[in-house]
């Protein structure tokens, strides 16, 4: 006699975008090279043009992405009007629009062949549907967070203004190379 049992899948908990781990956070900015910031704008005092000089600084290939401007440059880097236009592959598309507009950003980034590894939605944008969408395309996704501030928290930047990292350590931060004192995520 033969049973049949039914399949197990294992079942795997989503995760939880109201709070992310360290570890979570330090692998996606380690292992992004290339970053398609839509929303990027040429006014040096918005947010959009301080996270993308950051990140530039950062050693990053930061794309910007406005119609507005497309065809222009900005920081030195060509903007583009849409995702799609971008000729070389995107590692993490970050969202500075609002949460409504995330949607449709999500399903250009689905779009692209090949897929990006990281959708990461800038502080107060938060879609919980375009993060499904994406999770189940593979991709790992962050809302409502800023890998700028991310970046300084984690390197221990963040401290130099004073702000509590909230990361205790007896290791030496590492210095990330030469010019500008800039910390690296890596520490040994």
């Known amino acids: 006699m033969l ?7 294992p ?8 709070n992310y781990p360290n570890d979570y956070i330090r692998g996606i900015l380690n292992s992004v090279k290339t970053i398609a910031l839509v ?17 530039l600084e950062r050693g990053y290939d930061v794309i910007p992405i406005n119609p507005g401007l ?6 030195g880097k060509k903007v583009y009007a849409s995702l799609k236009e971008v000729p070389v592959p995107i590692d993490m598309v970050e969202i500075f629009r609002n949460s409504e507009a ?10 692209l062949d090949p897929l990006p590894k990281v959708l990461w939605m800038q502080l107060s944008v938060r879609n919980d549907e375009a993060a499904a969408k994406a999770e189940a395309k593979g991709l790992k996704v962050v809302m409502d967070r800023c890998p700028k501030i991310e970046f300084g928290r984690l390197s221990g930047e963040i401290s130099w203004q004073g702000v ?3 990361m205790l350590s007896s290791k030496k931060p590492v210095l990330s190379g030469k010019g500008f004192q800039k910390l690296s995520l890596n520490r040994p």
């Not at 995330?102 to 779009?111: S, V």
């Open 39 to 55: 929303g990027a704008s040429q006014n040096p005092a918005r947010p959009s043009w301080i996270v993308t000089k950051y990140l």
């Open 164 to 166: 509590n990292s909230r």
């Open 70 to 75: 497309a065809g222009g440059e900005l920081l």
């Open 102 to 111: 995330a949607g449709p950003i999500t399903d250009e980034a689905l779009a």
């Open 3 to 9: 049973i049949e049992l039914p399949c197990l899948i």
């Open 11 to 18: 079942y795997v908990p989503s995760m939880n975008h109201d």
